[in-house]
T-cell receptor, first 112, second 117 residues
């Protein structure tokens, strides 16, 4: 089955700096790559996603890149703010069953 | 439009007891999922359903059963709870992947925190 690895597991940045989280996947049939943000005690919420026919997508301070050949994708957060502090999960999705396989998560701490 | 809701929010069980977690969605989604989330780990798929009356096993199905009698509801059952089932359980739902030609976004409920003593 699909395997998704996510790095780093924790990330501490100064407010205003950039944060980068990287994920790799194993199944070349995966064609959908969402990123979820989970605040303490809350549900995972989709913040951005990218499909396999696109190499890059941006939404304000958040961007994702996808390299299908290397089977890796990344989340970039620019100009980080304290409210960006949370756990971020990447996932890889297969059309069959619309199943998502999640990475282990990255705890991001933005220090004021 | 409530989205995805889960009941109960919290529950404490003794080993061997049974319970059912209820997930409901009002977005007319075909697909529904049950995940568990343990500390320091990502979300792991327990069971899922691709439509009313269907269920399928996910990554960690042992010790759980599910039913999808109505399109809007997906039930997760624990017949004989064990301490290893202490976790936070999330339900999610999505449209079928065919609409956009690939896998589609899953929307999560608020979670149920279950403790088995």
């Amino acid at each position: 089955g699909e395997n998704v690895e996510q790095h780093p597991s924790t990330l501490s940045v100064q407010e205003g700096d950039s944060a980068v989280i990287k994920c790799t996947y194993s199944d070349s049939a995966s064609n959908y790559f969402p990123w979820y943000k989970q605040e303490l005690g809350k549900r995972p919420q989709l913040i951005i996603d990218i499909r396999s026919n696109v190499g890059e997508k941006k939404d304000q301070r958040i961007a994702v890149t996808l390299n299908k050949t290397a089977k890796h994708f990344s989340l970039h957060i620019t100009e980080t703010q304290p409210e960006d502090s949370a756990v971020y999960f990447c996932a890889a999705g297969l059309a069959a069953g619309n199943k998502l396989t999640f990475g282990g998560g990255t705890r991001v701490l933005v220090k004021p | 439009n409530a989205g995805v809701t889960q009941t109960p929010k919290f529950r404490v069980l003794k080993t061997g007891q049974s319970m059912t977690l209820l997930c409901a969605q009002d977005m007319n989604h075909e697909y529904m999922y049950w995940y568990r989330q343990d500390p320091g780990m990502g979300l792991r798929l327990i069971h899922y359903s691709v439509g009313e009356g269907t269920t399928a096993k996910g990554e960690v199905p042992d010790g759980y059963n599910v039913s999808r009698l109505k399109k809007q509801n997906f039930l997760l059952g624990l017949e004989s709870a064990a301490p290893s089932q202490t976790s936070v359980y999330f339900c999610a739902s999505s449209f079928s992947p065919g609409i956009f030609g690939g896998a589609d976004t899953q929307y999560f409920g608020p979670g149920t925190r279950l403790t088995v003593l």
